[in-house]
């Protein structure tokens, strides 16, 4: 094994390393990735959480009388 | 040299494949992905202030009779309602964009669906100022509508 062959050996597995830490700290997705974090960041219902809040505020007088 | 070439493919090919680029598609879910965030945190907020509002009307008419006070929270919880409905209409918008999204994707045709997706975006940015003055009028401060999601809309109305 020649020199070539090491230094060649050594950069093409940094060359499969360098994308997913690329991917891992510049914060890059794929069209999966970025579509599946979307899904995930549709916030939930608004209406019935007031909702449930006024029904815990009224119980709470129920409780407190 | 030979080694060089294979390494040169090595590197470019999964750069390449990995999104350094960005597709139509990609922007749109990432603009996306910025949005939701901005109505959670918004959403959090409004939550917070109106189980704080009601306490302090529970607290304002304490030791009256119990329908009294009940009316007195229920008036309260009216005053928030139009924004909660405001927040879950602008969620809904977000919801069809982010499925436009996902179904460009899935026909692999990011330029066919580019003119529905922009409509998508822009009925959400429609949204995004009425809903940022509703907030504001309960003392909510929203955020602002993220630049990555204003860029395709002025884009759009830019085309045309």
Redesign the interface.
């Known amino acids: 094994m020649d020199a ?2 090491v ?2 050996s050594v ?2 597995i940094l ?2 390393l ?2 997913g830490f ?2 891992a700290f510049s914060g ?5 990735e ?2 599946e ?11 019935p ?2 909702d449930g ?2 029904q815990d ?2 119980d ?3 409780e407190n ?1 | 040299m030979r080694a060089l070439y294979r390494w040169a493919c090595v590197v470019a090919l999964p750069v390449t494949v990995a999104g350094c680029g960005t597709s139509a598609i990609g922007t749109h879910a990432r603009a996306a992905q910025a949005s939701g965030t901005a109505l959670s945190e918004a959403r959090e907020v409004l939550l917070t202030r109106h189980r704080e509002a009601l306490e302090a009307a529970s607290v304002e008419t304490a030791g009256q009779a119990r329908d009294v006070r009940v009316r007195r929270i229920r008036d309260e919880h009216a005053r928030w309602t139009p924004a909660g409905e405001m927040m879950d209409v602008a969620r809904a918008a977000l919801r069809s964009w982010v499925s436009a999204i996902a179904l460009a994707h899935a026909a692999d045709d990011g330029n066919t669906w580019t003119p529905h997706l922009l409509r998508a975006a822009a009925r959400l940015a429609q949204l995004w100022n009425p809903l940022v003055r509703a907030l504001a009028a309960l003392g909510v401060e929203a955020p602002e509508m993220p630049p990555g999601m204003r860029a395709l809309v002025d884009a759009a109305a830019g085309g045309e």
């Not at chain 1, 890059?28 to 999966?32: G, K, T």
Request: proline content about 5%.
């Open positions: 070539w062959m230094v060649s950069l093409e060359a499969r360098v994308p690329l991917a890059s997705q794929s069209d999966d970025a579509i974090r979307a899904r995930g960041l549709v916030p939930a219902a608004t209406s959480a007031l809040q006024l505020a009224i709470a007088l129920e009388s």
